[in-house]
């Protein structure tokens, strides 16, 4: 059969037709085979225990149902809710009742395999051997429940049918068939935490059939078993005590149980722990997992069908390691997570959690290894470290396969400084003909904002009476849909643009939804990276204002009296077109803004009485400054907006205008806004105040490293060092890539070019072991190593005047140069070469990083600079996060204007075997784009020539 | 003119600067919508007090100047209802509507009114409280139209309390009716004030009438209030409790006649 096999393809193909093979054999074999096992057995099995209480339900020996001073080890364990389950057997003689039940079991097996199957069949990918596999996983576990008579075939097929519904968002089937084994064991309700990153419709919906289910089951005990209703809430507290009796009663540590709490006690038995501290770790252990899993729930979301079945079965492992005891017959679930964790992608690491489940507890059962390693297997809990490792398998590919949910953005903006994204300098649109106007309208589709299609159409109205009155030669309207349910074809934006005349239709762009753009402000930025106007023209949708607000704007914008007008809510003369139940909301909530506005003008010098009307209109050059310095990408953008505007000198103006508020906003929405006001407005004032929103002072003096690393990094410093950004370069004469673009970086008037001394790109190694070498080596080794940097620094020097490069200033690759003895042994040649300046990259930011060797090595080479008489200038090491904020490395830039600042630009990723594989992979394109962005600033000529004023200005008809 | 299909009543007091508008306002509305359908008819209240003189006078000058509007002018008793059975009693058209003087209504809602009523809809009520219904209201009046508006729905609470009817709004200023309607509430009117609207809202539901309900679009213009706290709530509640008192005692309910023994 293998001969003919050439590749592993080839041979996984047979291997999976075994597996489906082997598994519909077992399942035809295991009927008839297990069948007559059942019926002629003799020995205590579970299902006496059910045969027993029916026999006791049916007689109505109502004390004898939970009574655990009679039952001993085996008593019933399960609710009153369960009855009607079990109540039936009665009428059976056992062996006959046993039978039934086995043949129930097995069937109950196939309906759960079957509907295991069809979600699997959702995902499209080796349905059949993957639902075989997990079979096959199983089997020993479903034979055991088999012969004990468990409950497990029951509970397999209601947890496989409430994973049918989780997937197909079935919400009422989903209530009931996750209430059955939760009535039966309690464990699997906590499955129900998925309800917490669930819609709430689909939460309430799961609640009420749950409801439904748990009331049916008890209405068919109460008139079916004739019981008083007194009698059967007195036998729910008996059940209680009995289970709690049972669990104090039974010795948890029994080898075969494999859950937290028997190693724990297993553990114990080995008097490493006390059995007190076992029980408490176990508890603490179990309310903190499933704690940590109800938040794993809440802040992430699936985002696949196959994240949404591993977020279900991640519910199964805390069923399974937080119970008491979990049997063999218990890890039957444990067929859902193998199954999707076999469907799809995978890697090294979840086939060996798969590899070594399989081989711990499928195969390693008595029969098959015998007791020798059997019972030390079980004993040392390996099973229960196989099902760890499912887990974390489990876990891992959630995550990959999972984003964040709406809700942990939520609570991630309260305290997060959000950065100007990435690109965000290069993104912005510039091919096209310029624009005379731009309107940018910001669409929330969120399930907290949710636009309306009147609220959309009133605001395009607005636009077409506005272009009607202006004419301008060309305009263009940017929709910027935004929030967890964005999409350009939402039928709201849809419905309205075809309702616009052809012509303007045209002039509309609507903007790709990003995962990440959730507000208001980071739509707008996205919105504005869109247009290419002089002036651009903001519209809140969800309190539009009338044309004639605009019309007024623009003239003041374009007879240069402003640079940002906004409409004023507050204003004496603004008008409310208002659904009137709404007034009474309007009005407490404009009470509570007016208070947040003194407050907010009290501690900022914030001059506008409204500053969230967000009808804005604003010139391209403020707008420009705004977004590239914009911190905040929610609620508090407008404060970003108007500090900006003020440090900038920008005019604003705020004008009345007639709003339109269609819809109040929710109440939850209203105390996030509350909660972000109160943890944000200290964060903006303590940036304020330690200049993060001072515009740029200086021209930034930055010096970069690496020239010749790659041909993006090549490509991106020659950007910046054309946008006058980067003043300095320092060139790897040894580099592979020295000569891409080298003519280029030569024809920029003023760049000064200097060698970027080499000893640990070429030949590769590590400067700790130079620094080492240097360090700790003998007399002769340190000799050696002078030679070594002596013929380096000549040759390096060499090849860049070979490329007629006269480098003026030197530095090192991984700041070599300060290795102890290395400038002792160049010194004289740096001389020699007529370099006068040398980095000493001693930065106060580095003390507190893993770079602060760097400062201890500048300390120690001040001497050597002072016998060559070098000259070095301020220097300031920006850090990986102070990089992404472009708002801090100008107040450090303002702070130190004659600091010499490195970075390590890239335009792109290129990094690799033929190029690079430092550390520094990630953040050069992202040091590339801040610096663009401050080239941006730059190129605004920072203090704008209009005073620093505010008004407020009457309204005049244009 | 023939038999007009609508009678616009406006009952005028203090009206003087504002009736001239409002009246070519409707005008302009109704020559538009209904065209030779209607009459206005401008209703000076107290039109004997020579306060009032200013409001009849204006008004007879626009009667003289547009044929279409009429002056009926009121004497006594005083009151918005009083005058509104004046203008009835003038009037010839099969529908009746009324709003006060300052139209603080959109008139766009006697469009959707004429329609019910052709529909054989006896009583439209105009509805602040609806969902659909908007104020126009300025920024610095909020405050002041919050207060009006719990106190109209404080108002509107215990006033369904009291009569057991369901519309939130018994107060609009804004009504439509069929003249059936009309000759009935005016017959068995009590309240010579503004409670007329209760008794009308009675009227029409004790003789079993199609009554419905209209959104409408409210126009706040400043937070002068005629309304005087003390007086008026001693006023309302005295004749709330009349109204109740005829309401209890099958004033507003439909009179079968007697047959002879």
């Given at each position: 059969m293998l001969a003919g096999i050439t590749n592993t393809r080839d041979l996984v193909r047979p291997i999976k037709k075994i597996t489906c093979i082997l598994s519909i054999v077992a399942t035809l074999v295991v009927l008839p085979l297990y069948g007559y096992k059942v019926f002629t057995k003799k020995t205590y099995s579970d299902f006496d225990v059910y045969h027993r209480t029916s026999y006791r339900i049916n007689h109505q020996q109502w004390d004898l149902v939970y009574n655990f001073k009679i039952d001993?080890?085996?008593?019933?364990?399960?609710?009153?809710?369960?009855?009607p389950f079990f109540v039936e057997f009665d009428d059976y003689p056992l062996p006959v009742a046993r039978t039934i039940w086995f043949v129930m079991n097995y069937l109950f097996y196939a309906i759960g395999f079957f509907f295991l199957f069809r979600s699997l069949a959702r995902l499209k990918i080796d349905t059949f051997f993957v639902t075989a596999f997990s079979f096959i996983f199983v089997l020993r576990f479903c034979l055991d429940s088999f012969m004990i008579g468990q409950i497990s075939g029951l509970m397999f097929m209601c947890i496989a049918i409430t994973l049918d519904a989780w997937l197909t968002k079935n919400p009422k089937i989903f209530g009931i068939a996750l209430t059955i084994p939760t009535i039966l064991k309690v464990g699997p309700g906590v499955i129900a935490g998925l309800l917490l990153g669930s819609r709430s419709s689909f939460a309430k919906v799961t609640i009420r059939y749950a409801a439904y289910t748990i009331a049916g089951l008890a209405t068919l005990s109460l008139f079916f078993y004739e019981i008083s209703f007194l009698k059967y809430c007195e036998l729910f507290v008996s059940w209680f005590q009995t289970v709690v009796a049972d669990a104090n009663y039974f010795d948890a540590s029994h080898y075969g149980s494999q859950s937290l709490k028997s190693t724990l006690l297993r553990i114990a038995k080995q008097q490493w722990i006390t059995f007190d501290f076992a029980v408490l770790l176990w508890k603490t252990l179990s309310a903190s997992f499933v704690c940590i899993l109800a938040a794993f729930w809440l802040i992430r979301r699936p985002i696949t069908l196959r994240a949404r079945g591993l977020f279900f079965c991640l519910g199964i492992f805390a069923y399974l390691i937080c119970m008491p005891e979990t049997f063999k017959y218990a890890l039957t679930l444990l067929a859902f997570p193998i199954a999707f964790l076999m469907s799809g992608q995978r890697a090294r690491f979840e086939n060996i959690a798969v590899a070594f489940g399989f081989l711990t507890m499928s195969i390693a059962g008595y029969d098959v290894i015998g007791p020798a390693l059997f019972f030390p297997l079980q004993k040392a809990s390996i099973p229960f470290l196989a099902i760890i490792l499912l887990l974390a398998a489990t876990l891992r590919l959630t995550l990959r396969e999972s984003a964040p949910s709406s809700f942990w953005l939520n609570i991630r903006d309260l305290w997060s400084i959000p950065?100007?994204?990435?690109g965000f300098g290069l993104n912005r649109k510039k091919s096209e003909t310029k624009k005379d106007f731009s309107f940018v309208i910001p669409v929330p589709l969120s399930s907290t904002t949710q636009t309306t299609p009147y609220l959309l159409q009133y605001s395009l109205k607005q636009v077409l009476t506005i272009i009607q009155r202006l004419t301008p030669q060309s305009y263009e309207i940017i929709l910027v849909p935004y929030g967890n349910h964005a999409s350009g074809k939402h039928p709201i934006i849809q419905k309205s643009i075809v309702k616009l005349p052809l012509e303007v239709q045209e002039q509309v762009y609507i903007t790709p939804t990003l995962i990440t753009q959730l507000r208001r402000g980071a739509a707008l930025q996205q919105g504005y990276q869109q247009t290419y106007s002089n002036l651009i023209c903001v519209f809140n949708i969800e309190q539009p204002c009338s044309s004639a607000f605009y019309l007024n704007a623009i003239e003041k914008v374009l007879s240069r009296q402003a640079d940002i007008v906004r409409a004023d809510r507050r204003h004496p003369e603004s008008e409310w077109v208002i659904s009137i139940p709404l007034i009474h909301k309007l009005n407490r909530r404009f009470n509570l803004s007016i208070q947040f506005n003194r407050l907010v003008r009290l501690l900022l010098p914030i001059p506008t009485h409204d500053l969230h009307s967000f009808n804005i209109v604003m010139t391209c050059r403020f707008a420009s400054i705004l977004f590239v310095r914009q911190m905040t990408t929610a609620l508090l953008f407008d404060v970003d907006m108007s500090l900006i505007a003020q440090t900038h000198g920008f005019k604003e103006i705020d004008l009345p205008a007639l709003f339109v508020l269609e819809k109040e906003k929710r109440l939850a929405r209203l105390n996030l806004e509350i909660l972000r006001f109160v943890v944000r407005i200290p964060v903006i004032l303590w940036r304020y105040h330690a200049g993060y929103f001072a515009p740029l002072k200086h021209k930034p003096q930055f010096t970069a490293d690496d020239w010749g690393l790659s041909p993006a990094v090549n490509r991106g410093i020659l950007s910046l060092a054309q946008a006058g950004v980067v003043k300095r370069v320092s060139i790897?004469?040894?580099?592979?890539?020295?000569?891409?673009?080298l003519e280029e970086l030569k024809k920029i008037p003023n760049i000064k070019l200097g060698l970027h001394f080499d000893l640990t790109y070429s030949p590769s190694q590590s400067p700790f072991k130079i620094i080492f070498e240097s360090v700790f080596s003998g007399k002769t080794k340190k000799e050696a190593l002078r030679t070594l940097f002596r013929h380096e620094f000549l040759t390096q020097l060499q090849i860049l005047r070979q490329h007629h490069i006269n480098p003026i200033y030197m530095d090192g690759h991984h700041h070599i140069h300060l290795v102890p003895g290395t400038l002792n042994s160049i010194g004289d040649l740096i001389q020699d070469a007529q370099i006068t300046r040398v980095r000493l990259p001693y930065s106060h930011s580095l003390w507190f990083s893993k770079k602060f060797l760097i400062n201890i090595l500048s300390i120690f080479a001040l001497k050597h600079f002072k016998k060559f008489n070098f000259q070095y200038s301020a220097f300031y090491y920006p850090l990986k996060r102070e990089m992404k904020d472009i708002n801090f490395l100008i107040s450090q830039i303002n702070a130190n204007p004659k600091s010499e600042i490195i970075c390590h630009p890239a335009l792109y990723d290129d990094s690799g075997p033929e190029t690079y594989t430092d550390s520094y992979t990630d953040q050069r394109v992202s040091e590339l784009h801040t610096l663009q962005n401050l080239a941006i600033l730059n190129e605004q000529k920072i203090l704008p020539t209009i005073s620093k004023n505010h008004e407020h200005a009457s309204p005049h008809s244009i | 003119m023939n038999e007009p299909l609508i009678s616009f009543l406006i009952p005028a007091k203090d009206a003087e600067n504002i009736i001239h508008h409002s009246a070519t306002q409707v005008l302009q509305f109704f020559r538009k919508n209904f065209p030779e359908q209607f009459e206005i008819i401008i209703i000076p209240n107290s039109a004997s007090d020579p306060r009032q003189k200013n409001t009849l006078e204006v008004s007879q000058q626009l009667a003289l100047q547009y044929p279409e509007i009429r002056v009926c002018p009121h004497h006594f008793p005083l009151g918005k209802g009083a005058a509104l059975k004046t203008g009835f009693l003038n009037s010839r058209g099969r529908w009746i509507f009324f709003t006060d003087a300052d139209l603080p209504f959109d008139l766009s809602y006697f469009k959707d009114a004429a329609a019910l009523l052709s529909n054989n809809t006896d009583l439209i009520i105009g509805n602040r409280r609806l969902d659909q219904s908007w104020a126009k209201v300025s920024a610095n009046i909020i405050p002041f139209a919050s207060k009006r508006h719990i106190a109209g729905i404080s108002f509107n609470y215990f006033t369904r309390l009291l009569f057991g009817i369901s519309t939130k709004d018994t107060q609009a200023g804004i009504k439509a009716m069929s003249r059936r309607l009309a000759q009935k509430a005016f017959e068995k009117q009590k309240c010579p004030g503004f409670f007329f609207d209760l008794e009308l809202i009675l009227t029409a539901r004790g003789h079993q009438y199609d009554i419905k309900e209209l959104p409408v679009t409210f126009n706040l213009k400043n937070s002068i209030t005629t309304v005087k706290l003390f007086r008026d709530t001693l006023l309302a509640f005295f004749w709330l409790t009349k109204i109740l008192y005829f309401h209890a005692s099958g004033n507003y309910q439909h009179q079968r006649s007697r047959t002879p023994n």
């Open positions: 001993k080890a085996s008593p019933f364990r399960y609710s009153p809710l369960s009855w950065r100007t994204p990435y790897l004469a040894k580099s592979k890539f020295l000569s891409v673009e | -």
